[in-house]
Every structure is written in C-alpha cells, then in structure tokens.
C-alpha cells in the first residue's frame, strides 16, 4: 500500500484503541495549554481538524463554542455524532477542507493530527482559508526532536538513558508499533513546520513546549520525562486582520 493510503487508513481500525487508550497526558496536562492557548472560547466558532471521536470539541463545546469536528475516520466521526448532542461532525480530509466555507471560523484546533498527514502543507494553507482574518489556529503537534527516531528511550534495564534525535534532517516516514499494530507518523524539522506557517500567511504568536506543573506531575508522575525531552509542541498561529 503506497504511503498516503496506509496514513490515510491507518485509524479506521485502531479507532476503538485510541478512545480506550490512556489519555492522562491530553487531560491532565495537555488540554490547560491548548485551553489556555485558545483562550475564551465562548460564543467563538471552531473547527476542530482532525477530532477523532470528539473528546476535544466536546470539551469546547461545554465551554460555550460552536464547534464543528472534522475527521478522516468515519469510524471516529459515527463515534462523534453518537456521543455528542450540540457539536457538527463531518467527514473530511484536513489536507483540503472540501465543502468548509472560506473565513468561517473564529478559531482552529488541530490537537495530534500533522504528523498523520502526507502533505501537512495543504491542511495548513486549508486552516489559514476558513479562518476569518484575526482567527487563530492552535496546533498540538508531537515534537519534532521527538519524532525524528520513533523507537524510543535507549535503555539500561529499566533506566531511561536518554532519547535519541537522529535522521533529523530526513523527513519522511517513521514505523512504530502501537496496539500491536505498525503505525505511521511523519517527521518534519521544526523550520519546515515554521516555513509553511508563514508561508501560508499566518503569523506565529506563540511556541510553546508542554511541561507538567506540580499537581499535575504529583497526579502523574511519569510526566517527569517531560522535563528530560519535549514530546509535544504546540504552535500559536494567527490570520492577519486583512
Ligand atoms: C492521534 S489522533 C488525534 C485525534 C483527536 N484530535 C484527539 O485529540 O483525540 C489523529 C487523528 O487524525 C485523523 N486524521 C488522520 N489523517 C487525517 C486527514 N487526512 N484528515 C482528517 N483527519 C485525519 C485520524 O483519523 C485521527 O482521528
């Protein structure tokens, strides 16, 4: 299967593993920065580019947004309509945003989605198109220090030597297994990621690299590796009032 199809696919039949995976990292560290990132949603309309299942849009939504949830999975999407009363959810591809107005949202959320795409390029110039000008779009990414070498820790017994970056530069495809299952995610350098941000016409506003505070490292422990090399970045990207 050529390599756009296998990313493409990829959820459709791990989508129940990730609604039953371990999300302590996204709820009990990652959503207060990407919260706090989006700031006041209420009465905002959002897209939320990549949704999965909707946990995130659920969560804006009880904040007072509009959101509508967008996903490539209709196995994610079916879950999404199931679970949810006041949310929109339709399937699409967040490499063209068919079908979605131009200017139409006040926000953009993409929470772990660009390294599942092909040509992340094209969803970010289709996030810049159906923001309004003054919109923002809030990206969680996995960090690129992060996804150049996909094996993990280098190990001595159970002692985490450290985290490996190499191949930085190469960027393309890297295999992990996950559920059993080999899995896809792109690497990117991280000026490749701030090229196509600005080139799109967005405005960089913030870069932020997510650590645990006390509670939530006292709650969660192993957040600790946080401190040690960043797992995830999230970007601040904003539409320039026209
Ligand atoms: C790691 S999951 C994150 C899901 C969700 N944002 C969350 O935080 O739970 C990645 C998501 O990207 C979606 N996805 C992958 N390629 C896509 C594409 N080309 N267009 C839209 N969604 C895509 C997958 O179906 C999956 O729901």
Redesign the pocket.
Known sequence: MELGER??S??SES?QD?IDADQAV?TGMLDRWMLESLGDVGGKTVI??????G??SRLLSKLGATVTG????EA?IERARFTSANETYIV????DLHGIERDAFDLAV????L????DFRS?VNAAYRVLRPGGRFVICNIHPMRSSVSDGWIKQGDKKLFYPVDNYTDEGPREFTWFDRTFINMHHTLSSYISSFLGAGFALRALQEPVPCEEELAANPTFDDEYRIPNFIIYVLEKPDS
Do not use: H, K, M, P
Not at 48 to 53: H, L, N, P, T, V
Not at 110 to 113: A, E, F, L, T
């Open positions: 990313l493409r990829q959820w989508a990730w996204r939320d580019i990549g949704c999965g299942e946990r995130f967008i996903d490539l999975t994610f699409g591809n967040a490499e993409s929470y772990i989605v390294v599942d795409l092909l969803a």
